[in-house]
């Protein structure tokens, strides 16, 4: 099925065209079928993605049917189903943790654990970019997929800010702590403030989400846990915002170090 819009060609559209996709290897962010279908053809491409931790989304009629419109579409012509494609390959851990110590000796590198939101995992990759993180970690369930809505959003930071994909946070820092990685969260109640001295070495920033902050067995793993003091009479900064503030204070004491 041919794609109609410019924005299109990061969609996959159509029952057998995500069915070839999965054939061929292309990485899929998430899957968005329309609400009641169940039918055999259904059940397998769910558990497909289920075998790839590809999520699955229910979309009510009409909002589906607003995307095949906006996408250049007609009603139905999807078959019930669009695959939004992956921008580009993720890294492995491996590969993502690897280049960033090649890249200088003390990186930074942001983890976002359940950030939902497609603009502000963009705003935080724009501002990880001009603070000189080195790259993201993203869960491949309940994060926001790499949409254009969030490269526009990142003023074009996800089009080569390096990305790996895991399946879990927690995991993923019990590997960075044991190969010597220092992890700072970001949530209330903290340890410290984020202007302390907290950033020393090979360090992950960890941003929680924007309704619940950071999972319970994600706060556990963390080295330290900071806070941006608030004076007036919003108790909290909006994640994109308060990533920013901490990405910028620890680029801001590795200069002053240097």
Excluded at 138 to 151: D, E, Q, R, V
Excluded at 180 to 189: E, M, R, Y
Excluded at 214 to 219: A, D, E, I
Aim: some cysteine; hydrophobic content about 45%; glycine content about 6%.
């Amino acid at each position: 099925m041919s794609h109609a819009s410019p924005t299109a060609s990061s969609y996959v559209v159509g029952r057998r065209a995500v069915a070839e996709a999965f054939a061929a290897g292309t990485t899929i962010e998430k899957i968005l079928v329309v609400y009641g279908i169940d039918d055999a053809t259904m059940q397998w491409l769910r558990s497909e993605a289920r075998k790839r931790d590809v999520v699955c989304s229910t979309m009510d009629r009409r909002k589906f049917n607003d995307l095949e419109r906006s996408l250049g579409l007609a009603v139905n012509d999807a078959q019930g189903v669009i695959a939004l494609r992956a921008a580009r390959e993720p890294l492995t851990l491996d590969e993502l943790l690897s280049q960033a110590l090649a890249s200088e000796a003390e990186p930074l590198v942001v983890v976002l654990d359940g950030i939902t939101d497609p603009h502000n995992l963009g705003a935080i990759a724009r501002s990880a970019q001009g603070a000189g993180v080195f790259g993201m970690i993203l869960p491949t369930k309940f994060s926001a997929p790499i949409t254009p809505a969030a490269i526009k959003a990142s003023a074009g930071a996800l089009e080569t800010l390096p990305v790996a994909k895991v399946a879990r946070v927690s995991e993923a820092l019990k590997y960075c702590k044991a190969n010597s990685w220092h992890v700072v969260g970001t949530a209330l109640p903290a340890t410290s403030e984020y202007s302390d001295q907290v950033y020393d070495g090979p360090t992950l920033i960890v941003i929680g989400s924007e309704g619940e902050g950071l999972h319970p067995s994600v706060r556990a793993l963390c080295d330290q846990v900071v806070q941006i003091p608030m004076h007036g009479a919003v108790s909290s900064l909006n994640a994109s915002v308060a990533a920013a503030i901490v990405m910028f204070e620890a680029r801001k004491q590795r200069r002053q170090r240097q």
